[in-house]
């Protein structure tokens, strides 16, 4: 696997109706198409060419920030000069994170109980799924870095995982959004402006769990949170010239600014 045949996507257990709200947030032209019981985000350009950030990077960041506007987990899937990984994002909950070298060894210090997050935050056999989940991360001569990342996504098909024909990890990102764009049900999701946006995410909110937090003071007490975190967030962000973190520092500090708006309006309704 060499540079050229760098490559992401995103996993969201989720609809493509709940998740484009959340996939808005971005800022970025995606390609959504449905993956059975999950949607799969595909990026039409390349973000990480050109900047300080390499492909995981990217895709962690947004991973990231559309677990922090919606209610679901979402995984991050990369591929790049030969490595793999994945990142699991749930919220405001410790992300988990693996990464194979291109001979499908464990690269840099990979995290020892991923897997087992992994398998609990995606409802998968604490038992079964979790021992083959597990074996992905032992040696094992015939299985390269792709062939790995490969296993866990046979793995999530028992957690309602379809992938659409041809949108494979590892394949070149050209390839991947030719593939995303010809998928059944396929759509692109662009940018449409922070006052669609806010009303998107407020809907995305008020048809979650999370739905009682929109007023009173659980609401202002979440909102002056989120601005604390997301406004340093974002300027680290900015220093670092960081795309993906500063999309979810931006959420953030759009759902505190949006949350202690609609707690005040409610209020004088």
Known sequence: MSQTTAGGLLLCRADPLAARP?????????????????????????PWLGGAESVAEVLAGWGAAVALSSNWPVLSLWWEEGRTGFVLS?????????????????????????MRTLAARLGLDPVLDLEELERLTRPDAAADGEARLLGVIALLARAGLALPAGL??????????????????????????????VRAELAVVEDSPLGPWLRGPKAR?????????????MLWAARRRSPGWLAAGTVLVTHGAAALAYDRARRRT
């Not at 390839?175 to 669609?196: F, K, S, T």
């Not at 007490?221 to 601005?227: N, R, S």
Request: no cysteine; aromatic share 6%; glycine share 10%.
């Open 90 to 114: 749930s919220g405001f909950r410790r992300s988990a994170a693996y990464e194979w070298d291109a001979a499908g060894r464990p690269h840099g210090e990979p995290d020892p109980g991923a």
């Open 221 to 233: 007490l979440a909102g002056a949170a989120q601005l604390a975190a997301g406004a340093p967030l």
């Open 168 to 197: 494979t990890p590892g394949e070149p990102a050209d390839r991947l959004r030719e593939a995303a764009r010809v998928a059944p049900g396929a759509e692109r999701v662009e940018w449409a402006g922070w006052r669609d946006t």
């Open 22 to 46: 959340a996939a808005h947030i971005l800022r970025e032209r995606l390609l959504l198409a449905p993956a059975g019981e999950w949607s799969a985000l595909v990026p039409e350009a390349k």
